[in-house]
Antibody, heavy 123, light 107 residues
Framework: QVQLQESGPGLVKPSETLSLTCAVSGDSISGSYWWSWVRQPPGQGLEWIGEIFHSGSTNYNPSLKSRVTISVDKSKNLFSLKLNSVAAADTAVYFC????????????????WGQGTMVTVSS | AIQMTQSPSSLSASVGDRVTITCRASQGIRNDLGWYQQKPGKAPKLLIYAASSLQSGVPSKFSGSGSGTDFTLTISSLQPEDFATYYCLQDFSYPLTFGGGTKVEIK
């Protein structure tokens, strides 16, 4: 069973780059999974940010696409999120999540989640 | 992007009640819809995928139905551990989009 754990700075200054990593355990990052990021501003709903397959294929939310990069580090078995030019509106809990190819074939998505990490954008 | 409209945004119910939450898509999404439960300070948990398939380990009191644009999550007999916020998610097309959430509170 895949397990996910987010890590990264809890405080980022406006206009700087938010960088988070998601460590994967229980399987290889090169396994048959799509690796995703989702965020949730305080007291608000969920927003899908984007996803990556180990081959490097990505899909991004157009609302964030110009500022987002998701990448995979196979040597460390983790994937990463970079969001540049952040503002207060980017303050949120950031979750990493995964969808197995098997789950995709069954018509599902985002079946495994990390616990989430709070990121505050403030000077 | 496909808009997902959930209703109600909140509801109050008693233990033992049957609860129904609906989600409407702005365009047809076949049955590419999931339901998630989120408790405060926790990650969402997948309950239902493909509109009506129960995720492994999820109690059978949860059920889902619908296809096309209209979907329903039903909790057959509400228990204390079911008080939470519920979200739908469409995975028919990119970007994936969530409903606004339904907070289920104790009456």
């Amino acid at each position: 069973q895949v397990q996910l754990q987010e890590s990264g700075p809890g405080l980022v200054k406006p206009s700087e780059t938010l960088s988070l990593t998601c460590a994967v355990s229980g399987d290889s990052i090169s396994g048959s999974y799509w690796w995703s990021w989702v965020r949730q501003p305080p007291g608000q709903g969920l927003e899908w940010i984007g996803e990556i397959f180990h081959s490097g294929s990505t899909n991004y939310n157009p609302s964030l696409k110009s500022r987002v990069t998701i990448s995979v580090d196979k040597s460390k078995n983790l994937f990463s999120l970079k969001l540049n030019s952040v503002a207060a509106a980017d303050t949120a809990v950031y979750f990493c999540a995964s969808t197995s190819v098997e789950m995709t074939a069954r018509g599902g998505a985002l079946d495994i989640w990390g616990q989430g990490t709070m990121v505050t954008v403030s000077s | 992007a496909i808009q997902m409209t959930q209703s109600p945004s909140s509801l109050s119910a008693s233990v033992g009640d049957r609860v129904t939450i609906t989600c409407r898509a702005s365009q047809g999404i076949r049955n590419d819809l999931g339901w998630y439960q989120q408790k405060p300070g926790k990650a969402p948990k997948l309950l239902i995928y493909a509109a009506s398939s129960l995720q492994s380990g999820v109690p059978s009191k949860f059920s889902g139905s619908g296809s096309g644009t209209d979907f329903t999550l039903t909790i057959s007999s509400l228990q204390p551990e079911d008080f939470a916020t519920y979200y739908c998610l469409q995975d028919f097309s990119y970007p994936l989009t969530f409903g606004g959430g339904t907070k289920v509170e104790i009456k």
